[in-house]
């Protein structure tokens, strides 16, 4: 089987359980996966498969679980790092407390995350636990480059970028964002329209 990321919901903060899935939900439809989008299942799921993954989940641990769920990555980074940026951005939002969990992630510290209320726990801030190096999203017709906020401290003298401003370059063009989704989205909108006028 192929790299799997998984979540966990293990407090839902000041919101509910319904509140959590449908802002995983929303998440899911912001951007285009190459895998399956992200789900999660809870106590309200309907589905069959939902229901009993979370029911096994709960046998085998000993902390509670409001809410869980797994993306098949299907070659594709970018859906990984939406993962673990989308759940941190959720955590900050909703408040809660939730552990993303992508064992084989060839850069160690990225193998679990804990997010409480938007931060990671830990000594380091996402920027820094995140890759150092760019990303490539490979697209029909064209590659995107995105560029962490910790990539210009490497590669050039100075000062990093601002925490959580991300780079990106397509076909000759570069832009920033507050953040990875926020990049992700706006280099999207700019291919698309690339695309349209040929």
Request: hydrophobic share 40%; aromatic share 8%.
């Amino acid at each position: 089987m192929g790299r799997v990321v998984y979540y966990r919901l293990l407090n839902a903060g000041q919101a509910g359980a319904a509140d959590w899935a449908a802002a995983v939900s929303r998440l899911a439809q912001t951007r285009s996966w190459r895998s399956d989008p992200v789900w999660l299942a809870t106590d309200d799921s309907r589905g069959v498969f939902e229901s009993e993954y979370l029911r096994h989940l709960r046998l085998d641990s000993a902390e509670p679980i409001v809410g869980a769920g797994f993306v098949k990555l299907a070659g594709d980074e970018t859906d990984a790092l939406a993962v673990s940026f989308g759940m941190l951005h959720l955590t900050s939002e909703l408040g809660g407390r939730v552990v993303v969990e992508d064992p084989d992630n060839p850069i160690h510290k990225q193998r679990q995350l804990e997010m409480i209320e938007g931060d990671v726990v830990g000594p380091r801030s996402i920027d820094e636990v995140m890759v150092s190096g760019p990303i490539f999203k490979r697209l029909p017709q064209a590659t995107i480059t995105f560029y962490p906020p910790r990539y210009r401290d490497r590669t050039m003298p100075g000062p990093s970028g601002p925490p959580g401003l991300w780079s990106f370059s397509l076909q000759g063009m570069r832009a920033q964002a507050s953040g990875f989704l926020e990049a992700e989205a706006e280099a999207m909108r700019i291919y698309r329209g690339l695309q349209a006028i040929g």
